[in-house]
């Protein structure tokens, strides 16, 4: 089994910043590739960022890429999200996820998530 707890999410003003954190516990997710996905009022799950294993390859939505950067330290086994200029449609409750790809259903463990409101 493995646990996920999101963290790091708030009230922000557009063109500003937060720090998504998502730690794991349990099982250990060294091994494994890591997501975020978002899901915005009355909307399903969408894909963010993923990052592979050892971190050598990033993937992102193109709503995001150039704003939100993904990394992670396996030694603390957590996995973080860099959102910079944030927008008010990426308001969302933003949920870390250990899966193989950008496609929700192939996601095996999710984190609880954490609201993300920005406003204008």
């Known amino acids: 089994q493995v646990q996920l707890v999101e963290s790091g999410g708030g009230s922000v003003q557009a063109g500003g910043s937060l720090r998504l954190s998502c730690a794991a516990s349990?099982?250990?997710?060294?091994?494994?590739?890591m997501g975020w996905f978002r899901q915005p009022p009355g909307r399903e799950h969408e894909f963010v960022a993923l990052?592979?294993?050892?971190?050598?390859?990033?993937t992102y939505a193109d709503s995001v890429k150039g704003r939100f950067t993904i990394f992670r330290d396996n030694a603390k086994n957590t996995v973080y999200l860099q959102m910079n200029s944030l927008k008010p449609e990426d308001t969302a409750v933003y949920y870390c996820?250990?899966?193989?790809?950008?496609?929700?259903?192939?996601?095996?463990?999710w984190g609880q998530g954490t609201q993300v409101t920005v406003s204008t």
């Open positions: 990052i592979t294993w050892n971190g050598g390859s990033t």
């Open positions: 996820a250990r899966g193989l790809n950008s496609d929700p259903r192939q996601v095996d463990y």
């Open positions: 349990g099982r250990t997710v060294s091994g494994s590739a």
